[in-house]
Each structure stands twice: as C-alpha cells, then as structure tokens.
C-alpha cells in the first residue's frame, strides 16, 4: 500500500497499548491511520513523508469545555470570583452590549487557532452568546473538529422560553453537514424545576442530541438547590431521571460521594476544568474518587475569563499537580491524566471509535511534540521510561509542531494553514480595547 502520509520514527504514546511509548511509524490513508508499526516508512511508500526524529506523536487533545466568545476579554476577570464577576458585568450582559457579532466570531476564531497550535483537535464551544448558523462557520472555517453546545432557552433570562424542535433539529443538520456535533446547553442550577428539566430533557431526546450542563459547578448554586429542594444538585437530577450517557456535566466540583456513585451508575460524563477552578476558587472537584468510581473524566479550559489560556497541556500539568496536593502523592497516575486528555474526551461525546489514540481504522488525528528541547531532556523508554511523564509535567502547548485532522497536515512546523491568524488577532485586539474604553 502506498500511504498519503507517512510519519516515520516518532515516538508513539497512546492508551491503546496502555501508554508504553515506542519508537514507530504511522502510515495514512484516505483520511484513515492504516498503519501503526515499529518499522521505519521509507519515503516512496508514501506521497508525503514526514520525520518524525525528535517527536512524540500522540493522539489530538481534547478540550470538552471552552467558551470561545471570552477571549477578547482575557485577563478582564483577575482576582474575581464567578459570582463578584456576575455582579460586575451584569449591566452590559457580560460586554454584550459594548461588541458586535464581527467581534465575538473574531473571539471565536482566535480560540480555534490557539487550540489547534497547542495540539488540541476536538473543541467543544459552550456558546455564551447565539450567532446562529455562522456558529457553525466560525468553528469550520479554522477546521478544527467540534462540537457547538446551543442554548436550549430562546433567552437566558426566561428559562421556560425554550427553542423549538425544529429550530434545535435544523442546528444540528447545519453542524453535521460541516462535519460538527451539536449539543444542548441546559439550564443554570438557579433555574432547576422538575418540570422544567423534564421538558428540556424530552425535548433534546426527540431532537437526538447529547446535552451539557454546568453542573455542580460552584458553592453557592449548590445552597440554592439545596435550599430549595434539599438534596445536591446531581441527587436531584438523578431523582428526575434526565441523567444519562449522553450528559456531560461541566466543573462538576461540589458533590456527596454518593452522587459520584449516581454519576458513574447514569453514565454521565465529566469535564473539568481544574485551572479555571482554581483560578476563580471554585473549589476542587473530587475526581481521584470519580476516576477510581468509574466515572468517564475528561478536560476542559473554560473561556480566557477564567483560565486566561486554551491550552490543554497546562490543564494536565494542573490537574496532576492540584490533586496531588490535595489528594496524595499517588491519588492519579499519568496515564489517568492523559486519558482525560485524549480518550476519555472522545468517550465524552460517543466517538471514542473514531478518535482518542493510535489505532489502525481510527481517524489520522494526531500531533507531533518537539522533544528537541531542554525542557524535554532526558526523555527515555523502556522500564524508566519518562515519556508520559513529559508529556504531563513538561511538555506545553508551545511544543507542538505538526497537528493532523484526517490526514491532513493542518500545523506545519508551528504554522497553522488554516487561517490568517495575525488578522484575527488585531480583530480580537480591537475588540478588547473597545471593551476596556467604555
């Protein structure tokens, strides 16, 4: 077989030969990894040879929680929490009223283009403001893949007021056509009503989508539910049956272990975010205890408010260092943070037999990590292997030379194809110093 591409003696890291790296080779075709060996490819077995010396080739990350339309407000929210930053910025709907749409698709955009540079190649945009079926240009345009979480209320503030099906039906037409999920964006936990979540929760079965909550996510949502209906948060969903398998919750910090249990026993699925956690002292989620329940883990950044980056190799570096402290020396392994990371993101949105390691038959999208640099010397395999470790503790999103999205050669040498990125970012410059003038 002559390969599209060939990516010749990388070293492979992947779950699925349990993370043991490998000096190897990895053949594409048709979009597909048709070929993953110890062997070297040699250059006329392919029509583009890529040398994969100096390199880690793993699978794309993914981020399962981000909130693109913030980033033309990075750095704005330092030093408040959530609920002061609520406070805050309520009088112009969090700068709603200060930009223009041109301004949250240039946001948007420049997301995309961090993500994709810093190795990550699944996003899913939990849209803070509707732009309608150009939510679906901005996301692929830049060729990232992804998912577009759409807000199921017509208006946040009247949360009965719900899209209709067709509406919520034609969306997700218009994101499978561009090779996107679409998902619904719940409610707030101010707003829980049994009826209410019901509803909603018919509402996106008929229409077949996966549904996303911020779940959990902080301590004074949680005194509300609590005070209203007695119990956490998940206890009262899991009470009303609308968790399932197709549930991602986000945050998810503030919780019994009994709901971790119902977590794990409704399938729902977990994307923290442990950086904008700490970041607006949120808390810190108990996933040492998910992990060891169950429950399906996997990473998120959040918006530029909240975290001020969209890079997953700091979350990981984050989570491993928090729980640490917090939860012992040996409360998650490496090989925990990287799933959360690439496989276990892929599960979060029923895909993990498309994409989320290094498998014949799976989707060729993967990325190069530079190991020609001093932060990533030593690097060694075999019994002392130190790779993954790397990867965890070292490595950051700065380090990524080359991103694939089926086959296709995105990154190259630090360069993203896909976009004029200089012009974005004076966009998004424009548009943050519009905010910070008025």
Aim: aromatic letters at 6%; glycine letters at 10%; a negative charge.
């Amino acid at each position: 077989m002559k390969f599209d591409v060939g990516i010749d003696r990388a070293v492979i890291v992947s779950a699925a030969n349990g993370y043991e790296p490998f000096a190897g080779s990895v053949g594409v075709k048709d979009g597909r990894i048709a070929w993953v060996t110890e062997k070297t490819i040699q250059k006329s077995d392919c029509d583009r040879w890529v040398d994969g010396r100096n390199r880690i080739l793993m699978p794309g990350l993914v981020n399962a929680h981000c909130h693109g339309d913030m980033t033309l407000a990075r750095g704005l929210g330092d030093g408040l929490t959530l609920l002061e930053q609520n406070q805050a910025f309520a009088d112009t709907n969090w700068f709603y009223t200060l930009i223009d749409d041109e301004d949250r698709y240039a946001s948007r955009q420049l997301t995309y283009c961090e993500a994709l540079l810093s190795g990550t190649t699944f996003l899913m945009e939990n849209m803070y403001w509707g732009l309608g079926r150009r939510s679906v240009d901005a996301m692929s345009e830049i060729g990232i893949k992804g998912a577009l979480a759409e807000d199921v209320r017509r208006d946040f503030a009247k949360p009965d007021l719900l899209l209709e099906d067709r509406e919520l039906t034609a969306f997700r037409d218009a994101c499978r056509e561009r090779g996107l999920l679409a998902v619904a964006g719940g409610i707030s936990e101010e707003d829980f009503a049994e009826e209410r979540l019901i509803r909603i929760k018919e509402k996106t079965r008929r229409c077949g989508l996966r549904q996303t909550f911020h779940l959990a996510e902080n301590d004074w949502r949680i005194r509300r539910v609590r005070e209203q209906f007695g119990c956490g948060s998940i206890e009262y969903l899991h009470k009303l049956g609308v968790l399932d398998g197709e549930t991602i919750g986000s945050h998810v910090v503030h919780l019994s272990g009994e709901e971790i249990g119902q977590l794990a026993q409704s399938g729902v699925k977990v994307a923290n975010t442990p950086l904008c956690e700490m970041k607006i002292a949120d808390g810190i989620a108990p996933i040492p205890e998910m992990v060891r329940s169950g429950v399906t883990v996997c990473l998120g950044t959040d918006g530029a408010m909240w975290n001020n980056s969209s890079d997953i190799f700091r979350e990981m570096k984050g989570m491993a260092l928090l729980h640490t402290v917090h939860s012992g020396i040996r409360s998650l392994r490496t090989t925990d943070i990287l799933d959360m990371a690439t496989i276990n993101g892929a599960k979060a949105f029923g895909m993990e037999s498309e994409f989320g390691t290094i498998e014949e038959g799976k989707s060729a999208d993967f990325i190069l990590v530079r190991t020609d640099r001093p932060h990533m010397c030593p690097l060694r395999m075999g019994l002392c292997e130190n790779v993954t470790s790397s990867l965890v503790f070292c490595a950051t999103g700065n380090d990524v030379s080359d991103v694939f999205l089926n086959g296709d050669r995105i990154v190259e040498n630090g360069v993203l194809q896909t976009a004029d990125v200089p012009q974005i970012m004076e966009s998004v410059q424009r548009a943050s110093e519009k905010i910070a003038r008025k």
